[in-house]
């Protein structure tokens, strides 16, 4: 960053340290210890589609490189904000392999140029009682934050729940400090599954 970058305020943006995902099957042991919250077996990257045969092909090959360990099929699915969802699925609810399947697309993704279209990561988890937690990877800031929906389907949030899972994981996942930043994931594919 130059001078006149720093005198108008001007910042180089967080580059993203995609192998934080790899802290979050340590995290899940926490969750699963403290609170009960087991993974749903799923993980999903949410991107910006562009159209254009490049794009269609990174696509191709993400889909073929995790489909060829024989499991459950990547699904590719488009929600009301136009973003595409890439959900990895696995058998027995294996956070670190679904970890490595979501580092895998995201890394893939950004080696073909497209960074700027990559939204976010996210990694699901479950309590007995039905509450869904999704721990929420920020490609552009490099941090993690807890997205917890209330039953009942009226897009609202159990913030209580959400700053709980921040306090409880606090040193093991870098999280997101502004929490005007904690942007809600209504719809996401993996959350309702």
Same mark, same amino acid.
């Given at each position: 960053?130059?001078?006149?970058?720093?005198?108008?305020?001007?910042?180089?943006?967080?580059?993203?340290?995609?192998?934080?995902?790899?802290?979050?099957?340590?995290?899940?042991?926490?969750?699963?210890?403290?609170?009960?919250?087991?993974?749903?077996?799923?993980?999903?990257?949410?991107?910006?589609?562009?159209?254009?045969?490049?794009?269609?092909?990174?696509?191709?090959?993400?889909?073929?490189?995790?489909?060829?360990?024989?499991?459950?099929?990547?699904?590719?699915?488009?929600?009301?904000?136009?973003?595409?969802?890439?959900? &990895?699925? %696995?058998?027995?609810? +294996?956070?670190?392999?679904?970890?490595?399947?979501?580092?895998? #697309?995201?890394?893939? $993704? !950004?080696?073909?140029?497209?960074?700027?279209?990559?939204?976010?990561?996210?990694?699901?988890?479950?309590?007995?009682?039905?509450?869904?937690?999704?721990?929420?990877?920020?490609?552009?800031?490099?941090?993690?934050?807890?997205? &917890?929906? %209330?039953?009942?389907? +009226?897009?609202?949030?159990?913030?209580?729940?959400?700053?709980? #899972?921040?306090?409880? $994981? !606090?040193?093991?996942?870098?999280?997101?400090?502004?929490?005007?930043?904690?942007?809600?994931?209504?719809?996401?594919?993996?959350?309702?599954?």
């Amino acid at each position: 960053m130059g001078f006149l970058d720093g005198l108008l305020g001007r910042r180089k943006p967080v580059r993203p340290n995609l192998d934080a995902l790899f802290a979050v099957p340590a995290a899940a042991i926490t969750l699963q210890v403290s609170m009960d919250f087991v993974s749903t077996g799923q993980g999903a990257v949410a991107f910006r589609s562009v159209e254009g045969r490049a794009m269609a092909d990174v696509e191709a090959e993400i889909t073929e490189l995790l489909n060829a360990d024989g499991g459950p099929p990547v699904r590719l699915t488009t929600d009301s904000f136009g973003y595409t969802w890439l959900i &990895v699925s %696995e058998p027995e609810p +294996d956070v670190s392999a679904i970890v490595t399947d979501l580092h895998a #697309v995201n890394s893939t $993704l !950004t080696d073909h140029g497209f960074a700027p279209q990559l939204l976010c990561s996210i990694v699901p988890f479950r309590d007995p009682e039905g509450i869904t937690l999704a721990l929420v990877y920020l490609y552009k800031r490099g941090t993690f934050y807890p997205f &917890v929906p %209330e039953a009942g389907g +009226d897009e609202r949030r159990d913030n209580i729940t959400e700053l709980k #899972v921040r306090d409880l $994981l !606090t040193g093991e996942l870098p999280w997101e400090a502004d929490l005007s930043r904690w942007f809600p994931v209504w719809g996401a594919p993996t959350l309702s599954d």
